[in-house]
């Protein structure tokens, strides 16, 4: 036998020679290494010593008697194209930074952060890509990106990110400096739940966050807003492509969607779909609320129970391609899909009303937060597009004096519009289908 384990060798003549040979067997489950992939190391036993080689992972492991613990790692395992895929397939977390030799593998197993132990890999090296696995990752605490570094999945219904505990953001952007080039896209940021306490699903706190690009993601579980922009923190230059929101309950706050800064340029959405419940707060969910900054949406789809499509107030700048609104868990009657209050400039294109009762589709109205009359606002055409909808007044309500020095304009005709301000009218309200002519 070899000296390097210090085997027993039988002396010449020895009867009982299987007692040596027996306890040899015993010294070689914990003298030789085991190779496997991660996900089979249930499948031996743990004995005190013994060791295990993760083929697809690089993680090494040793035995105590009763549980495999890791000790380490060799890197090499995952420098190939396969070895990150096979480390992904076996539910690991993978970050390659540009500045590492090799992807280095967070197991989940290991911690209780695994995204963010992989971001911070990325955030000591020069940035990079954390991959994660075609599976859920539990995640105990906020992910807080670092510039220059972009998280991505196999897809949103495949890989997800569960933030497990109660009042914890999800992604947040709370470093003192500005935070620029960071990719968001393939996955699904699931929060607590639909009965817990929840934080904000994407959150920018401090700094300003520059060249934020988001692919396709899915939100669910959360009850609180699912993107918000703080007062006084204005991100610029940042694209969304595809956000779909299921089961996310912002009854309580003043949006699904909320920009509650005054500033903040060139913010840019594809297609915003939002189905959210109203299980939590007992109330409607506000999809869409901005104060300040300039918001472009493509597209705003939304069920559930979507009251307010699009609250705008103070100073915001939006523009709306195309509103689909058709709630089906309506709590209380909203007073307008489309509420304009202020000075800020709003163009929507169209408004497209499938299911549910509304007061009115939109309203031009005060804004108390700076007391502005409504100013510039463009009010495209309203279609109504099924048997079961209902508007119970009107489709434009001017609840207050428009500016008639920036005056606000309508594609549609005079009988559509109700003035209920009650005051002398000021002119500030033209009505396209009616040849320009001025109302309110």
Request: glycine share 12%; with cysteine; proline share 5%.
């Amino acid at each position: 036998m070899t000296d390097n384990h210090d085997l027993n060798t039988p002396a010449k003549g020895t009867l009982d020679w299987n007692v040596p040979l027996n306890e040899n067997f015993e010294r070689l489950d914990a003298a030789v290494e085991i190779r496997d992939v991660r996900a089979n190391r249930s499948n031996y036993v743990p004995k005190d010593g013994a060791k295990f080689l993760a083929t697809d992972t690089g993680r090494v492991y040793l035995g105590d008697g009763s549980a495999w613990n890791e000790i380490g790692t060799i890197a090499a395992s995952g420098g190939s194209a396969g070895g990150v895929n096979a480390a992904l397939v076996a539910g690991n977390v993978v970050a390659i930074a540009s500045e590492l030799a090799a992807p280095e593998i967070v197991d989940p197993d290991g911690t209780d952060t695994p995204v963010q132990d992989a971001m911070d890999v990325l955030g000591n090296n020069g940035g990079g890509v954390v991959r994660l696995p075609p599976y859920t990752v539990s995640e105990a605490g906020s992910i807080r990106p670092y510039r220059d570094t972009a998280i991505l999945g196999f897809g949103p219904d495949v890989s997800k990110i569960a933030i497990t505990p109660s009042n914890v953001d999800g992604i947040r952007f709370d470093r003192s400096e500005t935070v620029s080039r960071v990719r968001l896209d393939e996955f699904a940021l699931n929060g607590p739940g639909r009965s817990a306490d929840s934080g904000v699903a994407v959150h920018h706190v401090t700094g300003d966050t520059q060249d934020l690009v988001v692919g396709r993601l899915i939100f669910w579980g959360w009850n609180n807003s699912v993107y918000r922009v703080d007062e006084g923190v204005g991100p610029f230059q940042c694209r969304h492509e595809l956000l779909t929101v299921y089961e996310c309950d912002a009854g309580n706050e003043d949006g699904l969607f909320e920009f509650r800064s005054w500033y903040g340029p060139a913010n840019w959405f594809g297609t915003i779909a939002a189905y959210p419940t109203a299980d939590y707060s007992g109330a409607n969910t506000t999809v869409f609320f901005s104060r300040g900054g300039t918001q472009m949406v493509d597209h705003l789809t939304m069920g559930g129970s979507a009251g307010v499509a699009v609250d705008q107030t103070w100073d915001s700048h939006l523009h709306f391609g195309n509103i689909h609104w058709e709630p089906t868990d309506l709590r209380s009657t909203p007073p307008a899909i489309v509420r304009l209050l202020g000075h800020g400039p709003a163009l929507v294109d169209s408004v497209k009303h499938v299911t549910g009762t509304t007061d009115y589709v939109y309203e031009l109205g005060y804004d108390a937060y700076n007391g502005q009359a409504p100013a510039r606002k463009r009010l495209g055409q309203y279609y109504d597009a099924g048997s079961t909808t209902a508007v119970s007044s009107n489709v434009v309500n001017v609840a207050h004096p428009p500016n008639a020095s920036a005056p606000s304009y309508y594609w549609g005709t005079t009988d559509d519009v109700d003035v209920t301000h009650g005051s002398a009218g000021s002119g500030g309200l033209r009505v396209l289908g009616d040849a320009g002519t001025a109302m309110g």
